[in-house]
C-alpha cells in the first residue's frame, strides 16, 4: 500500500489566493483527520471524518476553512481567501474504525503539505 | 480532554536504551495511552498503545504503571534513526464522537553517536 497520499507537498502562494489541499486515504480506511503544524502552536486536530461524514470541526480555525469527503477515499481542505498565518504543515491521517470496536483508534499520517502564504 | 506531561527533550547514547516518562494523573479507566514519533520533515508515526497491560512491538515497549498514572517507552537499543519527537497522548475509548489524538509538545529525543 502507498500509505495516506497528500498533495501538493509544497504550496507557495499570495495572501487572499485559494489553496486547495488533498488526501488519499489508505485503501480500505474510514476514517480521516486533518491536523496543522506550526512551531507556536504544535499539532493542531483541525477536523475528522468517519465514513465520509465530518464528526467533529471543533477545530477549524474559521469559515475560510472547509474540508470535504467527496468519496470515501479523497478528502479536500480548502482555505479561501488565504492568509500569512495560514502557513503551517498541513498533515492528513487515516484509520480503519470498525463499527461496535471499543479498541484504540491508530492513525497512519501522511507526508504533509507545506504551505507558505506571502 | 486528560492532560500528559513530558520531558522536553532527552539524550541517549546510540545503542543503549532509552526510557521515555510520560506523567497522565488525571487519566480515566478508559482512556488509552498512544505513543506516536515525528521524525524529522516526516508526519507523525505510529509506535504503541496501551490500556493496562505492558505491550511490546517489534517497535518499542511500553510499560503502563500499576495505577495508570504514568507510562514509560521504552527503546532497547536506539540509533541514530530513532532520534525524533515522542509524543504520548491519551484517547477515550469508543464513543465515537470522543475519538481525537490531540498532541502535546512532545519530547526531542537526541542520539548521540
Known amino acids: 500500500d502507498a500509505g495516506v497520499i497528500q498533495s501538493p507537498r509544497h504550496e507557495v502562494t499570495e495572501m487572499g489566493q485559494e489553496v486547495t489541499l488533498r488526501c488519499k486515504l489508505i485503501?480500505?480506511?474510514?476514517?480521516l483527520f486533518w491536523y496543522r503544524q506550526t512551531m507556536m502552536r504544535g499539532l493542531e486536530l483541525l477536523i475528522y471524518?468517519?465514513?465520509?461524514?465530518?464528526?467533529?470541526d471543533s477545530g477549524m480555525p474559521e469559515d475560510r476553512f472547509s474540508a470535504k469527503m467527496p468519496n470515501a477515499s479523497f478528502s479536500t481542505l480548502k482555505i479561501q481567501p488565504s492568509e500569512p498565518r495560514d502557513s503551517a504543515v498541513y498533515f492528513c491521517?487515516?484509520?480503519?474504525?470498525?463499527?461496535?470496536?471499543?479498541?484504540?483508534?491508530?492513525?497512519?499520517f501522511g507526508a504533509g503539505s507545506r504551505l507558505t502564504v506571502l | 480532554d486528560a492532560k500528559t506531561t513530558q520531558p522536553n527533550s532527552m539524550e541517549s547514547n546510540e545503542e543503549e536504551p532509552v526510557h521515555l516518562p510520560c506523567n497522565h494523573s488525571t487519566i480515566s479507566g478508559t482512556d488509552y495511552i498512544h505513543w506516536y514519533r515525528q521524525l524529522p520533515s516526516q508526519g507523525p508515526e505510529y509506535v504503541i498503545h496501551g490500556l493496562t497491560s505492558n505491550v511490546n512491538n517489534r517497535m518499542a515497549s511500553l510499560a503502563i504503571a500499576e495505577d495508570r498514572k504514568s507510562s514509560t517507552l521504552i527503546l532497547h537499543r536506539a540509533t541514530l534513526r530513532d532520534a525524533a519527537v515522542y509524543y504520548c497522548?491519551?484517547?477515550?475509548?469508543?464513543?465515537?464522537?470522543?475519538?481525537?489524538?490531540?498532541f502535546g509538545t512532545g519530547t526531542r529525543l537526541t542520539i548521540i553517536p
Open positions: 497522548i491519551l484517547t477515550l475509548i469508543s464513543n465515537f464522537g470522543n475519538e481525537k489524538l490531540t
Open positions: 471524518f468517519n465514513n465520509n461524514v465530518p464528526i467533529d
Open positions: 485503501s480500505g480506511h474510514n476514517s
Open positions: 491521517a487515516s484509520s480503519l474504525k470498525l463499527s461496535g470496536f471499543s479498541g484504540a483508534n491508530v492513525l497512519t
